[in-house]
Nanobody, 122 residues
Framework: QVQLVESGGGLVQPGGSETLSCAAS????????WGWYRQAPGMQRELVAA???????NYIDSVKGRFTIASVNDKNVVLLQMNNLKPEDTGVYYC????????????????WGQGTQVTVSS
């Protein structure tokens, strides 16, 4: 079984910074990609940032230049550095990973963390 555990988050003032981390543990053969999603109240969950095992990154336009996603591959950890936070960044942030648990053929699977609240407010 695989678990993703997030840490970080909380109340941050506008313009402030916060780093979220997510650690994967369990039966992991390979992690193909990581993603950070967020869900604001009354809104659908959206992909904020993603990184592949080759280091390719992708961000939604609203966070470009402010957020940075990075993976620490030998530790099965992904980070989301968030700078210049805005009230519209408020939401529950979820870690996601595309993981193969054993070698061989067949698809990999998506795993999710439990979510961590980020509130940007003065």
């Amino acid at each position: 079984q695989v678990q993703l555990v997030e840490s970080g988050g909380g109340l941050v003032q506008p313009g402030g910074s916060e780093t979220l981390s997510c650690a994967a543990s369990g039966s992991i053969f390979r992690i193909y990609a990581w993603g950070w999603y967020r869900q604001a109240p009354g809104m659908q969950r959206e992909l904020v940032a993603a990184i592949t095992s080759t280091g390719s990154t992708n961000y939604i336009d609203s966070v470009k230049g402010r957020f940075t996603i990075a993976s620490v591959n030998d530790k099965n950890v992904v980070l989301l550095q968030m700078n210049n936070l805005k009230p519209e960044d408020t939401g529950v942030y979820y870690c996601n990973a595309d993981i193969r648990t054993s070698p061989g053929v067949g698809p990999s699977s998506d795993y999710w963390g439990q979510g961590t609240q980020v509130t940007v407010s003065s």
